[in-house]
């Protein structure tokens, strides 16, 4: 996800990283058919230790905010808070119980002026005791990137 020309830090960027398989999505229908992902129109493409993909069809009422065709940037923040929390759930440890977003900071590179799908990805950068590091990066229909998330989550495990 991170190249050397866009990583804020590329010494980290190329650290390796070792993240335990959480409960990987074995049925991606498990987290399509929840609330937040009906709502929007999401679904999981993809996901393995760490890292997740998403994509999101667009639809008309995705679109608009002074009179432009382009997808809202709300709309673009809610995409990269579900697909950094997706990198993050599936390196979680089985003893999770839930996770919740600290910060996420949002840069709008470029308008999104797609025709029909955004993709979107996430990858967990480094984790420490309850906190993961995550990058997000939504792609436009030429895969260049036109929005992108620097994010904190906070992961709870069950108390022993």
């Keep these: 996800m991170s190249g050397p020309d866009d990583s804020p830090c590329p010494q980290l960027a190329s650290a390796p990283q070792r993240f335990e398989p959480g409960p990987l999505l074995a049925d991606a229908s498990a987290w399509d058919q929840t609330p937040f992902f009906k709502w929007m129109g999401m679904r999981v493409l993809d996901a393995e230790a760490g890292r997740g993909r998403l994509v999101l069809d667009v639809q008309d009422h995705h679109r608009g905010g002074g009179g432009t065709v382009a997808v809202n ?65 939504l792609y436009t229909d030429d895969g260049s990137v036109a929005c992108r998330a620097h994010a904190v989550l906070r992961v709870f495990r069950r108390r022993a």
């Design 73 to 137: 940037g709300g709309v673009l923040a809610y995409m990269l808070d579900a697909v950094v929390g997706l990198a993050v759930h599936t390196s979680n440890h089985p003893d999770t119980v839930g996770q919740v977003t600290l910060s996420l900071n949002v840069e709008y590179l470029a308008p999104m002026m797609v025709a029909r799908q955004i993709i979107g990805e996430g990858e967990v950068v480094r984790r420490g005791g309850s906190l993961a590091f995550v990058d997000g990066r």
